[in-house]
């Protein structure tokens, strides 16, 4: 998407001169923590009337809570299934400084729109605004959001899959920026087409949706003969950006192309290429334009159906449910939810991907299921269950998430109640996981330290969705210099005063909208003559070493006295700079660091 998208695998390429571009952000700091969406267990018997959650959790190596749930904030209302979920605008927006402030969480079941403030208090994101689903139903017969995106007139756009009856229907449409209230369809309402997915390229004047089937059907669980009765897409659909009209529509067919759901971009802003994975069909397509400038979709991957016994149909497919393409575009990685596993391809040639190495989590056929293969094109012999740290790993591989630097690629492994419970009653039963695996040119690579068990959840076993990553600056520069605007100082004296207020946010929004460096000199706040890291470290939840490393505490503000004592003493290592800084002697290097670091 040429304007607006997201960090961490998912940013979408500049739409001026002027935006940042992805290859911006590949070098930027890692990240420290992840939002990632969360089901309640799957019985409703189990629930207890609970609602679903959006869990922080601490993804940061050297934390002492590495890989727990740092909080959970609950939904309103009870049975949302939350689902997909996106940035009120990213950080190649024109309109930077408001960039990854909100979340924009759909209830994909429900209807409902959630507004969460994710940049006040980045360890307590707030919910601060609530679009019912019925309201949505009520001004646009729509239901089922999906995909949601912001967009360059500073809008957010939701692609919804049904009408208010659960029949394909699929729609778009505006939240207000701002308000986020519902401004109207981006689209008449009244074309012929099914909905799941899109993703655009403003250079091309061209927007691309898909399609995966009707609500009141798939959220019910799979049924292959629904496929034929015709309540499942197998088509693309070309539209003019500017003039909000379908120009082209290519259907894929069942055979490779039934479901078609998930639409990946390159980044750079000037590549006309792209690519949909289909589930049942288990296939990836190729989206470029031809010699006659006209927009193709070309198979250029498929996953074969392996020939099994003992289970649901006589074959089983791939589905392959969700894809990402690395932020300097070398890479594509995709999910097979059913037979378990990720897939890395290297696209230097967007038009025939090499694969590069498969990794099996889990998956339908392991030893330990009652599923008999027949015939496997790809395997001789089935993989093992994957352990991770003495956990089991029941399901299957759905969405992934990557890290900017493109080292690092998250897994979870629940696609939506209804169907983990079909195809997974392990999954169902005793909860869903988060693990880790390291990119490497020789292929994918556990991470044996990392494991999210959300069947150990205080509500019962739950399951992951969707992932999203903050980088270190918004972890923690905003939650730190949040509590040193709110906070007292140590010698007692009041607040800072609204100028020196003012002034530490601009900071902020500079660094949020994605500045590289900013004049920490001239950030000297002298209404904070001394300022406590012992009581800002409490108040922030980070050490004071970290504190003062990743805010740049002591280049924003005259530390005195036993302020550099703190700062130094004990011994410890800075997550920001990695480097260890054991003495006073050493605060000037500290400045530097965190100063280039910054």
Not at 92 to 111: M, Q, T, W
Not at 338 to 359: C, M, T, W
Request: glycine share 8%.
């Amino acid at each position: 998407m040429a304007c607006c998208g997201n960090v961490n695998g998912r940013v979408h390429a500049a739409s001026s001169a002027s935006s940042a571009t992805p290859l911006d952000f590949m070098n930027g700091p890692p990240e420290r923590i992840m939002y990632v969406t969360c089901l309640q267990p799957a019985e409703p018997e189990d629930r207890n009337g609970k609602s679903d959650y959006l869990a922080t959790i601490d993804v940061d190596p050297e934390s002492p809570t590495y890989c727990r749930v740092l909080n959970r904030l609950y939904m309103p209302e009870p049975g949302d299934e939350l689902h997909h979920f996106g940035w009120n605008a990213c950080v190649s927006c024109p309109d930077r400084e408001n960039a990854h402030k909100y979340l924009i969480v759909p209830g994909f079941f429900s209807g409902n729109i959630h507004i969460i403030d994710v940049a006040s208090e980045p360890l307590n994101p707030k919910l601060i605004h609530f679009v019912k689903g019925s309201v949505i139903k009520g001004k646009y017969d729509a239901s089922h959001p999906h995909t949601v995106h912001c967009i360059p007139s500073g809008d957010v756009m939701v692609h919804t899959l049904g009408d208010a009856e659960g029949n394909a229907v699929g729609k778009f449409y505006l939240l207000d920026g701002k308000t986020f209230e519902p401004k109207g369809l981006w689209n008449t309402g009244k074309e012929k087409i099914m909905g799941h997915d899109f993703w655009y390229q403003p250079r091309y004047n061209i927007m691309v949706s898909s399609e995966l089937g009707a609500p009141k059907k798939f959220t019910q669980g799979f049924a292959a003969t629904d496929m034929a009765l015709g309540y499942y897409g197998s088509k693309l659909h070309f539209w003019n950006w500017r003039e909000r009209k379908i120009e082209e529509t290519v259907d894929l067919g069942l055979v490779y192309g039934a479901l078609a759901m998930e639409i990946r971009f390159l980044h750079s802003p000037n590549a006309p290429h792209g690519y949909v994975c289909t589930g049942v069909g288990s296939a990836i397509y190729h989206i470029t334009r031809n010699e006659e400038q006209k927009w193709t979709a070309n198979k250029v991957i498929n996953v074969p159906h392996k020939v099994v016994t003992n289970w649901q149909l006589p074959f089983m497919p791939g589905l392959v449910t969700d894809q990402l393409i690395s932020l300097d575009d070398k890479y594509l990685f995709f999910t097979c939810y059913l037979h378990g596993d990720v897939r890395q391809y290297d696209i230097s040639n967007p038009a025939e991907p090499k694969l590069v190495s498969k990794f099996y989590v889990g998956g339908s056929t392991c030893p330990d299921t009652e599923v008999h293969v027949v015939k496997d094109e790809e395997l001789e012999k089935q993989p093992e269950r994957l352990v991770v740290r003495g956990r089991p790993i029941y399901g299957g591989p759905h969405m992934v998430q990557l890290s900017r630097d493109g080292k690092r690629l998250y897994v979870s492994t629940s696609i939506m109640t209804p169907w983990d419970k079909q195809f997974y009653s392990s999954l169902a039963k005793k909860g869903g996981v988060m693990i880790q695996l390291d990119v490497t040119a020789q292929g994918l690579k556990l991470n044996e330290n990392f494991l999210v068990d959300f069947g150990e959840e205080p509500d019962g076993p739950c399951r992951g969705h969707e992932m999203r990553a903050t980088s270190a600056w918004s972890f923690a520069l905003s939650s730190a210099v949040s509590s040193a605007i709110l906070a007292t100082c140590s010698c007692g004296a009041l607040a800072p005063s609204t100028a020196a207020s003012t002034t530490v946010s601009s900071s902020l929004s500079a660094l949020r909208s994605g500045a590289s460096s900013i004049p920490l000199a001239s950030l000297v706040a002298p209404t904070l003559p001394c300022l406590s890291l012992a009581s800002l470290s409490r108040l922030s939840g980070l050490s004071a070493l970290a504190v003062a490393c990743s805010s740049a505490l002591v280049s924003h503000f005259p530390l005195k006295g036993d302020c550099l004592h703190q700062l130094c003493t004990p011994k410890e290592k800075c997550w920001a700079t990695k480097k260890t800084y054991s003495n006073v002697a050493e605060t000037a290097a500290l400045r530097r660091d965190v100063h280039n670091f910054i």
